[in-house]
């Protein structure tokens, strides 16, 4: 390749290790050339032994409900990623710190994204393995959760609902997210004077949803919904059983969700720009890959009420 490009070795070497930098764009693009002119494809095992590390990144996710958004997220990451020459792995975060710390050792990735931070013994113990960490860096003093949970109670008491309530998604797996939701719809409805809302859990399933139903009560409620889905198989359960949407029982979910709109009636739901949250997001973290430092503040969730006929 060296005398395809006609430079030395040494060159081609530095250039395809990421350290194109040090040399002039004439030079990169000879040697670009002769990578597509060979079909050249570097040796995974000698960039892990020359550099330390290898050319994987691998993202902790927490085993929970995979929305549209959260898939779409990590798409976008994958292919930023490979224009870099990274891989994506893709791992759920519940395995045992022995594990994690194996799979440090043993893959030697560029680096470790998290979206939940680390307990701080197993992420020290990373980064003493040479392997960088990635945690979340949200806004000082903000849970993107809680003000989901606000904003549910608020819509629905704008609406001249006065007895509420928060239904959470039963599932096997953890949930790092549900807890700061109703948190923040108790917190909103104690801040309006209302009455503390009742808390029901339910699955997908319609044994789950018609028991959170019926403890519902007495008609006339508003429900915070968890996400669309249990919104949805709530909203379903509710026809079934000859409750009137919205007059019977009102439904707020969360995600915006495709489907949301496909509901009879329609859902009401909480959206965001997806793709602009990820955007920022990602420059942050690609700067923190390349050691940039990174002042740019983190990118703010805007969070919109779609209204549509459920509430």
Avoid at 247 to 276: K, R, V
Wanted: glycine share 10%.
């Amino acid at each position: 390749m060296a005398d395809r490009a006609g430079v030395s070795r040494s060159t081609v070497s530095q250039i395809l290790n990421g350290r194109g930098e040090l040399f002039a764009e004439e030079t990169r693009e000879r040697v670009r050339r002769a990578v597509e002119e060979l079909g050249y494809l570097p040796s995974t095992a000698g960039r892990t032994l020359a550099r330390g590390s290898s050319d994987i990144v691998i993202s902790l996710i927490p085993n929970t409900t995979f929305g549209g958004n959260l898939q779409e997220s990590y798409e976008v990451l994958t292919d930023e990623l490979a224009k870099r020459g990274l891989t994506l792995l893709l791992r759920f975060s519940q395995d045992s710190p022995q594990n994690l710390e194996r799979l440090a050792v043993g893959l030697k990735p560029r680096a470790i994204l998290t979206v939940t931070p680390l307990p701080p013994d197993l992420r020290a113990a990373i980064v003493e393995r040479g392997v960088e960490v990635l945690e979340p860096n949200p806004p000082a003093g903000t849970d993107v959760n809680s003000q989901i949970g606000k904003l549910q109670a608020r819509h629905l008491v704008g609406h001249g609902y006065r007895r509420l309530a928060y239904a959470h998604l039963k599932d096997a797996r953890m949930d790092p997210f549900g807890a700061s939701r109703e948190q923040g719809f108790v917190d909103e409805c104690r801040e309006l004077g209302l009455e503390r809302p009742k808390v029901v859990h339910l699955g997908i399933d319609p044994k789950s949803a018609s028991a959170a139903l019926a403890d519902l009560g007495m008609r006339g409620v508003g429900v915070g919904c968890y996400n669309d889905d249990v919104a949805t198989a709530l909203l379903h359960t509710a026809h079934v059983a000859g409750w009137r949407c919205p007059e019977d029982i009102a439904l707020i979910g969360m995600d915006d969700t495709a489907l949301a709109a496909f509901t009879s009636p329609p859902l009401t739901t909480i959206g965001y720009d997806a793709a602009q949250l990820i955007r920022g997001s990602l420059e942050g973290l690609l700067r923190r890959l390349d050691h940039v430092a990174d002042t740019e503040p983190a990118p703010e969730v805007v969070l919109q009420v779609i209204e549509r006929e459920s509430v």
